[in-house]
């Protein structure tokens, strides 16, 4: 069935670092592809998206290409913050399913 | 402001309690969801709703009961049933259709077995 492969964590960086999370996707047809961003002690919020092969999702300085190529949808920063410390998911919506799927989610912290 | 309110943001439970877990939303969206949420497993889905007084067991729903009586309301019953109920419990809802994957989350309630 379809579903989502996220990088393993933790993630550790220096503040200003370049950031990438790989995600992978299997899936049948051509699904939405989503990022949600989980910050500590908070429920998750969507990030950004991308609702078709080769559109770009962006949002507070991250970018996601949805590549039909490679089926990936990698998450990437150019210069990373303290405060962009969180848990990071990738998730697709199945074919003929509404119910998104998820991936187990990648920690990131920054360190100053 | 609209959003989901998740209650309680803590709680304990000794074995062989239920528990209910409280989940109210103002945006008027019609699809509501639980998830159970596991270091190192993502999100795992319990049950959802997409309309009120009907709802479909997720992946995991073996141990909990949901009701959805209102469209703000989508209550979460734990049962002494549910083996390892020790979990970080997430509320969402959202639209149907084209609009169903943004979902929007509550802060969560956190569940102790003592």
């Known amino acids: 069935g379809d579903s989502v492969t996220q990088m393993e964590g933790p993630v550790t960086l220096s503040e200003e670092a370049f950031l990438t999370i790989n995600c992978t996707y299997t899936a049948t047809g051509y699904p939405s592809l989503f990022w949600y961003v989980q910050y500590p002690g908070e429920g998750l919020q969507l990030l950004l998206k991308?609702?078709?092969?080769?559109d770009k999702g962006s949002n507070k300085g991250f970018e996601a290409t949805y590549r039909k190529e490679t089926t990936s949808f990698h998450l990437e920063k150019g210069s990373v913050q303290v405060s962009d410390s969180a848990v990071y998911f990738c998730?697709?919506?199945?074919?003929?399913?509404?119910?998104?799927?998820f991936g187990t989610g990648t920690r990131l912290t920054i360190i100053p | 402001d609209g959003g989901i309110t998740q209650s309680p943001k803590y709680l304990f439970r000794k074995e062989g309690q239920n528990v209910t877990l409280s989940c109210e939303q103002n945006?008027?969206?019609?699809?509501m969801y639980w998830y159970r949420q596991d270091p190192g497993q993502g999100l795992r889905l319990i049950y959802y709703?997409?309309?009120?007084?009907?709802?479909q067991k997720g992946d995991i729903a073996e141990g909990y009961s949901v009701s959805r009586e209102k469209k703000e309301s989508f209550p979460l019953t734990v049962t002494s049933a549910q083996k390892n109920p020790t979990a970080f419990y997430l509320c969402?809802?959202?639209?149907?259709?084209?609009?169903?994957?943004?979902?929007?989350f509550g802060a969560g309630s956190r569940l102790t077995v003592l």
């Open positions: 969402a809802s959202g639209g149907t259709g084209s609009g169903a994957n943004v979902l929007t």
């Open positions: 991308a609702t078709k092969a080769d």
């Open positions: 998730a697709l919506p199945p074919e003929g399913n509404e119910k998104l799927t």
């Open positions: 945006l008027n969206h019609d699809a």
């Open positions: 709703s997409q309309i009120v007084n009907d709802f």
